[in-house]
């Protein structure tokens, strides 16, 4: 599965933090409280994730992190491996961390893929994955007692997956069949080609899924395949993260137990610098089918950064622009109507992202009028401080639904995870949520003026095709 967010889901991310001290279990109901009364803002290196962090590393670079969650029998357990579409640098080599979402399910020579599903369908788990520009996740739900019996599968894949060219081509064909089925949908062909409009050196250009003529080239490179699996499936580019009702010392035996004889490895890939944007570039494309047309906007982004105060207030802006209380979503939303779906944010980052903003348009004829209507509402930004009293209520509400995405061991092991394929650092969370907690009118405008000039965009409009007269059909 690639992960993406929902295209007119809420913008921006939750506001998260996580801790690396020990502390009392606490429910999801305490974590509302203390965060809906501002227990911890703006105190003096206030922790506001309140669960006991445990992190320990093997010798071979694995970090392995537990988090124990008031969750009785219950654990999460995700296996991060920090590569996705960013390590896909050689050309005609696209979409080979997606690809090995897939092939991570095919099996080894102790368990094929039959005996492995049996395993987890006698645990009663439940077994996914993801993957994104910037990392893959595997990860399960499952009862406490099944630990072990998770590691010891899990470990054996990692360590010990086999395919044969016959399985590559096998999946090569099933992932072509993602890419048109994805590609039945406008905004996937839209996304496509603001990435390649908007990136012409770094792979953030491409998307996860790859690229459709790489794609149709993967059953023909089986040893590239090898190679990136040798490249980037090694401890020391992983990292398992454990949340619910585990004990920390256990897991540290038995992640010594089936994980330290995994390899560590020493590739490190040249990813290529995108140099900044110095005009704006705009692009078309035409959708065969019915379609209202659609708007998508992007605006280069910075690479995450837990030390600086610019993502947390580019999220905080995505808020102030295109939440339902937002003057602009008013406007176009609800009271012109001239678009039935509007949302915005940028996505946190390994290297320079992009700030997107996507709109469905209710009138082919008001495309521009939206266009010029969103540049306009950025613009008041730069001129004209938010009020500090919107600014409070902006970021209370993102804490409020902070705390929601941690009502469950999946939701707090999928919280943590992110911010460790970032930095490795679980206490990277806490001072995001410092860095949220501080975002100033004045922050909110020097972002405004420094990521929006004009130089820094690329838009691009889908529209329905216009359909074939008869003559054009007659000289075919």
Not at 18 to 40: E, I, N
Not at 132 to 137: F, K, Q, Y
Not at 260 to 283: C, F, K, N
């Amino acid at each position: 599965m690639v992960q993406n967010r929902g295209m007119f889901s809420p913008c921006g991310r939750a506001l998260v933090a996580g801790s690396g001290r020990r502390c009392p279990l606490r429910s999801t109901a305490a974590v509302l409280l203390a965060l809906l009364a501002g227990a911890c803002a703006g105190g003096e290196g206030g922790d506001v994730f309140p669960f006991p962090v445990s992190v320990f590393d093997l010798d071979n670079g694995l970090k392995v992190v537990a988090v124990e969650y008031d969750s009785p029998g219950i654990v999460a357990y995700y296996t991060v491996v920090r590569a996705g579409s960013r390590n896909e640098v050689e050309p005609g080599f696209s979409g080979y961390a997606h690809f090995f979402e897939h092939m991570m399910f095919r099996g080894t020579e102790r368990y094929s893929t039959d005996a492995y599903n049996a395993v987890i369908k006698r645990m009663g788990a439940d077994s996914n994955a993801f993957t994104t520009n910037d990392w893959t996740a595997y990860h399960f739900v499952a009862s406490a007692d099944a630990l072990e019996t998770i590691m010891e599968i899990e470990s054996d894949r990692f360590l010990n997956l086999q395919y044969t060219e016959e399985d590559f081509r096998t999946e090569a064909g099933a992932i072509l069949g993602e890419y048109n089925l994805n590609f039945s949908n406008p905004v996937a062909l839209l996304q496509e080609r603001l990435r390649a409009r908007a990136f012409r050196f770094h792979p953030y250009g491409h998307t996860t899924l790859g690229l459709l003529e790489d794609i149709q080239a993967m059953p023909d490179n089986y040893d590239y395949s090898l190679e990136f699996y040798d490249r980037y499936y090694r401890p020391n580019n992983s990292i398992i993260v454990v949340v619910g009702d585990v004990d920390p010392a256990e897991l540290e035996r038995l992640a010594q137990q089936y994980y330290g004889a995994w390899e560590p490895g020493d590739y490190e890939p040249l990813i290529p610098v995108e140099p900044p944007q110095t005009r704006p570039r705009s692009d078309s494309v035409t959708w065969p089918n019915p379609t209202l047309p659609f708007l998508m906007i992007g605006y280069h982004s910075p690479a995450f950064n837990d030390q600086t105060i610019d993502m947390p207030a580019l999220d905080v802006l995505s808020q102030l622009l295109f939440g339902e209380t937002a003057p602009l979503y008013r406007q176009l939303y609800l009271e012109e109507q001239v678009v039935d779906a509007i949302s915005g944010g940028a996505l946190d980052s390994r290297d320079g992202g992009l700030f997107s903003i996507i709109a469905r348009i209710t009138d082919p004829e008001r495309i521009d009028y939206v266009r010029d209507a969103i540049i306009a509402g950025i613009e008041r930004f730069k001129t004209e401080p938010v009020d500090p009293e919107v600014l409070a209520a902006t970021k209370s509400h993102m804490r409020y639904q902070f705390a929601l995405g941690l009502d469950n061991p999946g939701g707090v092991a999928r919280t943590l995870a992110h911010y460790l394929q970032l930095t490795a650092d679980p206490e990277t969370v806490n001072r995001v949520y410092r860095l949220y907690d501080a975002v100033t009118p004045d922050d909110i405008q020097h972002v405004a003026v420094t990521y929006f000039p004009e130089t820094n965009r690329t838009d691009v409009t889908l529209t329905q095709a216009a359909p074939e007269t008869d003559g054009e059909e007659a000289g075919q």
